[in-house]
């Protein structure tokens, strides 16, 4: 187990910036996710830490050793990690047993001590009766669980895994992220986790990495992150935060008083927030309540109102910026029409630390 | 933990790629090179007295004109017959595909000189088959086949096939929803064909037509049992017949026709490149094969109809050939007195050029097959999932010896080992060896190609898991690779076996007493008039051929898809 340390790392394919200076520190045993839309760089970030792409600048480092620099670059099998692929990459050819104990054959452990290693891996993913079974007689799960013993066998100080539940169905998905929590809380090993899906990255991180265009754009708690998010992009992508521009008049010690299409609203904010004319606000569904237009309200109209199931998501469109669609979620039984005029009260939001030109 | 290996991935993976593209530079550009050198600058001074003298013989421009209209000839008909047969068997709802496929492309399996033999054992005065019949002209007139027609004709037959197949894969492609679009926009079947699956199915024509016409312009089995007795002399028989008659001493001459019939070959590929290159022919959806059409009341005829040709191209020159390997001597038909198997045991028992030549093919196909899958696995690996300019070349000079015709091969094999070898001081001129240099140059694209194709369908992933697992390079090849390319690897080794086990042009300029091989005893029997033995060998090979086709059928699941031509 170990530590894992990315500086100021960058990829290029052509002029394309794959990675633009992302630096990264996964303390020792923690379970880190690595979360962004495809093409974000997040796949491209996992090939060089395991070591399949070269580094052209800066440096990753596991433990204390630095295994990828412009100067030097230690192979993928030189690292220990192991990898749980998206596709599992369980080899056909070999029995279920014989694909587990594969690194420890190549590292030339005796007979008695592999048998040994291989069924207390395979016992720790419940598969000990599998043993002697192709990869192609198993279920997606029992792959995925093959691969994952695979990795783990030969104690790597490191487990990268690529997205390994997206070619699972819905119930087996969540199932296996109680395993792999389990499993991280038992192993303790450091876990390096890629995945697009946010719930899964919330439910097993114990930090996230948000990445956009190659750029890291918050590494923070998943509480941190929906509560508190840096810019625009994790604001909109974690929980489908909603923005609106304010004016920060008063600011003191986390909590601020934001004007937000003329009507005042109490919010959080970063202890060392300025005033700001031109500031950008994250707000959250459950922050806005429907409520007749009137003074203290936002004046706004219904675009449309989708019932799903003991609410509606309700679709507004505040009238002084009729382009910005607001959601809000409406108990059953007081029902809206599209085209109702309405009024929105905001009980709470977060001033997104770095918008806008004046906080710049 | 320990880890295994003491040399860093990163030599061992440079140390394989120069030594793999050292390998193929001896038996690519070495010999290619060679070959150029002899032509325009002879013992390393710039010459071109070789290259006047012979391009200023008429016999020279004969040749090359013969060469250039045989080729165009059967080109037309291989065309013809293997466009239209291809257009039915894709697109219609023709029954018993599988078993036509396999009949029709049989031909390409079967070696040239073969099939020349056996047409002549259809056809001519003497046939037994003809006799048997009572068909047989009179005697004393001459074979129809003697000619340029004959030459044509059966070069048609022979790559019929060809262009079948990269028409057919062609077809397989085109994706239904842009024959149902063509068809709902109210275009009725044959314009559809016409004006959308045609079109769209001009690389493949044009691919089929180029290697048609390149295979025509390097043809020797069909000129050499043709045009030799008919005196109508194209390049690659002029120049057998000029090293044979002459000797070593003509190399200068030869040299200069290989490099003359080397770039009209080249023209041909060069030809296709710039006809795909004017337009954009990309197919942008993909999706399952169109549905066949129907052909309804014109089913039964057109069924018939295929039959009929592939019983008149394939079954009736075999029977003919088998006829004549039955009797006693040639030109009596074959009934209750003269039916014998004495031929048979004439070439199995008591001819020992016979029984050489078998040794002889077999241990080369199959030293060939082995070599070249040993080189074809790591070099495939490379060419596949790493990319570099110098990997891009190796590709394309590992099909170079192939894509030339083989005579240019042949002469420049001579080149190069004419004199012993240097440092190592000894001569495999006029042993085995120089046959089985030639045919390892030769196939080894015929193995890569199937390993390619076996790669293409790998996960990647596989080999990284293994990395990660600490398997060094050489550790992955062998554990992991070689096992999951192993049966694109088994087809390419029984293609290059089946090619060289019946192979003529090559080692009819480079056997030697005691290095026969079986194309060469069938050639030279038949040159010696000795019809019902050629026969009978030849007879011979095609069971082992035939036997081997079929048991690949068996084990096809577990093929690449395309890899086999024979399997559809």
């Known amino acids: ?360 | 933990m320990a880890h295994a290996h003491a040399i860093p991935d990163g030599r061992t993976e440079r140390a394989l790629i120069y030594g793999l593209a050292l390998l193929v530079g001896l038996l690519s550009i070495l010999p290619l090179g060679r070959l150029l050198l002899e032509g325009f600058a002879p013992g390393g001074n710039p010459s071109l007295t070789a290259a006047t003298t012979t391009l200023s013989a008429d016999i020279t421009w004969r040749a090359t004109r013969n060469s250039i209209e045989t080729a165009l000839g059967g080109t037309l008909i291989a065309v013809l017959v293997g466009g239209t047969v291809a257009i039915i068997v894709s697109l219609t709802d023709i029954r018993a595909r599988n078993a036509f496929v396999f009949l029709f492309v049989l031909p390409l399996m079967i070696p040239p000189q073969i099939t020349a033999l056996a047409w002549l054992q259809v056809v001519g005065p003497a046939s037994p088959m003809l006799k048997m019949l009572g068909l047989a002209p009179p005697l004393g007139t001459r074979n129809p086949l003697y000619s340029r027609e004959g030459i044509i004709l059966l070069l048609g037959i022979q790559y019929a096939p060809l262009v079948f197949l990269t028409l057919r894969a062609g077809l397989r492609s085109l994706p239904r929803e842009l024959i149902e679009a063509g068809l709902s926009a109210g275009a009725r079947r044959l314009t559809v064909l016409r004006t959308i699956v045609l079109p769209l199915m001009t690389p493949p024509l044009v691919a089929g037509i180029a290697l048609a016409f390149v295979s025509c312009v390097g043809n020797f089995g069909i000129p050499a049992f043709l045009g030799i007795p008919g005196r109508y002399p194209v390049l690659t028989t002029l120049i057998y017949q000029r090293l044979s008659g002459l000797g070593p001493g003509v190399l200068g001459e030869v040299a200069i026709l290989s490099v003359l019939i080397g770039a009209i070959a080249m023209s041909g590929i060069l030809l296709q490149d710039f006809m795909l290159r004017r337009a954009d022919y990309r197919i942008t959806t993909t999706s399952i094969a169109a549905r066949p059409f129907e052909l309804r009341r014109w089913r039964l005829p057109v069924e018939i109809g295929l039959w009929t040709l592939s019983l008149l191209v394939v079954v009736l020159p075999l029977a003919g050939l088998i006829i004549t390997s039955l009797v006693t001597a040639y030109g009596v038909p074959l009934n209750a007195k003269t039916a014998t198997l004495a031929n048979y045991a004439y070439v199995l028992f008591d001819y020992a050029a016979a029984k050489r030549a078998f040794v002889n093919s077999f241990a080369l196909s199959a030293g060939a097959a082995l070599i070249i899958v040993v080189v074809a696995v790591p070099l495939a690996y490379f060419l596949v999932w790493r990319r570099s300019r110098l990997l891009r070349f190796l590709n394309i000079a590992a099909e170079l010896p192939y894509a030339l015709p083989g005579v240019v091969l042949a002469i420049a094999s001579i080149l190069i080992f004419l004199k012993p070898i240097p440092l190592l001081g000894f001569s495999i001129y006029n042993t085995v060896w120089i046959i089985f240099f030639a045919y390892v140059a030769r196939f080894l694209v015929l193995g890569l190609r199937p390993v390619v194709s076996g790669y293409h369908q790998l996960d990647r992933a596989l080999e990284e898991a293994a990395q990660v697992a600490g398997a060094g390079l050489l550790r992955r090849m062998v554990t992991i690779i070689l096992p999951l390319v192993a049966p694109a690897a088994a087809a390419g080794a029984l293609l290059i076996f089946l090619t060289a086990f019946n192979e003529l042009t090559v080692s009819a300029l480079l056997w030697s007493s005691g290095a026969e091989t079986l194309g060469v005893v069938v050639f030279s029997l038949e040159q010696g008039g000795d019809s019902t033995y050629a026969s009978a060998l030849a007879v011979l090979t095609l069971i082992v051929t035939f036997a081997l086709m079929l048991s690949t059928l068996l084990l096809a699941k577990r093929l690449p898809q395309g890899v086999l031509p024979w399997r559809d």
């Open chain 1, 1 to 360: 187990m170990a530590r894992l340390t990315i500086d100021r790392l960058t990829k290029r394919f052509g002029d394309y910036k794959a990675l633009d200076a992302v630096s990264l520190d996964v303390r020792d045993g923690e379970f880190i996710a690595i979360l962004g839309p495809s093409g974000c760089g997040k796949t491209t970030l996992l090939r060089l830490v395991a070591g399949f792409d070269r580094a052209e600048e800066g440096t990753i480092a596991i433990g204390d050793r630095v295994v990828s620099s412009p100067e030097a670059h230690t192979p993928p099998e030189d690292r220990r990690i192991g990898i749980v692929f998206q596709s599992y990459a369980l080899w056909p050819h070999m029995s279920v047993a014989e694909n587990v104990g594969y690194s420890l054959r190549v590292a030339g452990v005796a007979a008695p001590e592999r048998e040994r290693r291989v069924r207390e891996a395979l016992e720790l993913v419940g598969l000990a009766s599998f043993a002697e079974r192709r990869p192609a007689m198993l279920s997606g799960g029992q792959r995925q669980r093959v691969a994952l013993a695979r990795c783990l066998v030969a104690s790597p100080s490191l487990v990268l895994l690529d997205e390994p539940l997206a070619n699972l169905d819905v119930h087996l998905r969540a199932s296996m992220e109680d395993e792999f929590h389990d499993f991280h809380a038992r192993t303790g090993t450091t876990m390096f986790y890629i995945t697009h899906d946010q719930a899964e990255a919330m439910a097993l991180a114990d930090r996230i990495a948000v990445m956009d265009r190659g750029q890291l754009m918050q590494l923070a708690t998943p509480s941190e992150l929906y509560r508190e998010p840096a810019n625009e992009m994790v604001a909109g992508f974690i929980g489908n935060g909603l923005i609106v521009p304010g004016e920060v008049r008063d600011a003191n010690a986390g909590r601020a008083m934001a004007r937000v299409f003329g009507v005042d609203v109490p919010v959080r904010c970063r202890p060392d927030q300025k005033l700001a004319a031109a500031a950008k606000l994250c707000l959250r569904s459950r922050d806005l309540v429907l409520a007749p237009p009137g003074p203290g309200t936002i004046p706004c109209r219904v675009r449309r109102s989708v019932y799903q199931g003991g609410y509606s998501r309700v679709e507004i469109a505040p009238e002084a910026m009729p382009d910005l669609t607001l959601e809000v979620h409406q108990p059953e039984g007081d029902p809206v029409n599209s085209g109702d005029a309405v009024g929105v009260r905001i009980a709470g939001g977060w001033v997104i630390p770095d918008a806008g030109p004046a906080a710049a």
